[in-house]
C-alpha cells in the first residue's frame, strides 16, 4: 500500500510543480504562499496512516497565551490538521489521514489546507505575538531610509503607538 501512496503523492507534487524531497516514506514539500512565502510541510507515510507536518511560525516574543487561545479557535474550522505547539513553543501545523483515504483529491485538500491555514493565520501571528519586534524593525528602517515595503501589512503597528 505504501508504494501506491508514495505514487499518488509524487504524482500530486509533480503535477502541481510543487517541489520535494523523499526519503524513506516521507515527503518534504515547500507549499509556496503569499503572506508566508513558503510552508516547509512533511508527509509521512506510515502503516496505517499519513501523517503531516508544518512549521508555520516560532514562538511569540509575547502574548504567547493571546496568540495560541486565536490559534485554538481557528482549530474549531480546520481539515486534516490543525494548530498544535511544540515543547519549545513553535507553531505548527499537525496531522494524521488515514492511508486508506489517500488518494489525489485528497493530498489536493491537505497541501490546499495547508497553505490556506498557514499562509491566511500568518500576518495575524506576527501581529499578536511579534508586534515590538516589528516595531523596532520599523523604526530602523525608517531611521537608515531602508524600505519598509514587506513590513506594508504592519504599518498600522508603526503608526500606532502606545
Known sequence: MSDNVVGIIS???????????????????SIPGEKKLKT???LSIGESAVTINAFVAR???ENAEDVYR?????????YAVAFAVDPLGDIYLAGRVPITAI????????IGCVADYSDNS??????LGFA??????????VSRGESTANLAA?????????
Do not use: G, M, Q
Open 11 to 29: 504524482t500530486y507534487l509533480e503535477a502541481n510543480d510543487l517541489p520535494y524531497e523523499l526519503v524513506e516514506n516521507v515527503f518534504v514539500v
Open 40 to 42: 516547509t510541510c512533511s
Open 59 to 61: 514562538k511569540p516574543d
Open 70 to 78: 486565536w490559534l485554538l479557535e481557528k482549530n474549531l474550522k480546520t
Open 103 to 110: 488518494s489525489p483529491t485528497e493530498i489536493d485538500r491537505i
Open 122 to 127: 500568518f500576518n495575524t501571528i506576527l501581529e
Open 132 to 141: 515590538t519586534a516589528i516595531r523596532k524593525e520599523w523604526d530602523w528602517r
Open 154 to 162: 504592519f504599518a498600522h503597528l508603526a503608526e500606532h503607538r502606545d
